[in-house]
C-alpha cells in the first residue's frame, strides 16, 4: 500500500470529521432533543393524561415501544418519525377531529395490548409461582383499554362550522 494514499484518506476522514462531527461552541449550544416545530403544537386535552398513563408500564401493564406505535400509526394510515415514544403518541393525535379516528387508533393499540396479554397468560401459565404478577399486569391493561373507551365517548368532534372566527 503506498503512503500517499494513507495520507489522502486521513486528510479525507479529518475534513469529513471536522464537517460532520463538529464539537464547536455554536454546535453545543443547539439543543439535540428540541425537536421539530411541530413538537410544539398544541394537542388535545386528553392526550396529556394518555400519555402519562398509556406509556408508564406500571400504570398501563404493558410496554408500547417506539416501533410499538410506529405500527399503530401505519395501521391506521398515518406516518410518524421515530421519535421519543411521547412525542410520537402527540404526533399521532395532534389533529385529532372525530370519533372514527379516535376509535380506528384505540382499536389498533387495543390489539396490540391484547398481544401483550397473551403473552401475559402464556407466561403465567408456563411459570405458576408468578402467576399474580402476570395477572395484575392483565388487569392494569384490561383497565387501560376502558380508559380508551371513556375517551371516545367524552371526546367532543370538532366541525369546520365551530371554528370560533368563522362567520
Known amino acids: 500500500m503506498n503512503r500517499d494514499d494513507l495520507s489522502d484518506l486521513r486528510a479525507e476522514f479529518d475534513k469529513f470529521v471536522k464537517d460532520s462531527c463538529s464539537l464547536d461552541s455554536q454546535d453545543l449550544k443547539r439543543d439535540p432533543d428540541a425537536g ?49 415514544r411521547i412525542k410520537m403518541v402527540r404526533s399521532l393525535f395532534r389533529h385529532t377531529n372525530s370519533k372514527k379516528y379516535l376509535e380506528d387508533a384505540f382499536a389498533e393499540i387495543n390489539r396490540h395490548i391484547n398481544g401483550r396479554v397473551l403473552i401475559y397468560q402464556e407466561l403465567g401459565e408456563a411459570f405458576s409461582a408468578s402467576k399474580p404478577i402476570f395477572d395484575e399486569h392483565i388487569q392494569k391493561a384490561k383497565k387501560t383499554m376502558k380508559m380508551f373507551e371513556q375517551i371516545i365517548e367524552d371526546f367532543e368532534e370538532i366541525e369546520p362550522s365551530s371554528d370560533p372566527l368563522f362567520i
Open 36 to 84: 421539530d416545530k411541530e413538537d410544539e403544537e398544541p394537542v388535545p386535552q386528553f392526550v396529556d393524561a394518555l400519555t402519562s398513563k398509556l406509556l408508564a408500564p406500571a400504570i398501563s401493564g404493558v410496554y408500547l415501544s417506539r416501533l410499538d406505535i410506529k405500527r399503530i400509526a401505519e395501521a391506521i394510515d398515518e406516518s410518524l418519525p421515530i421519535k421519543e
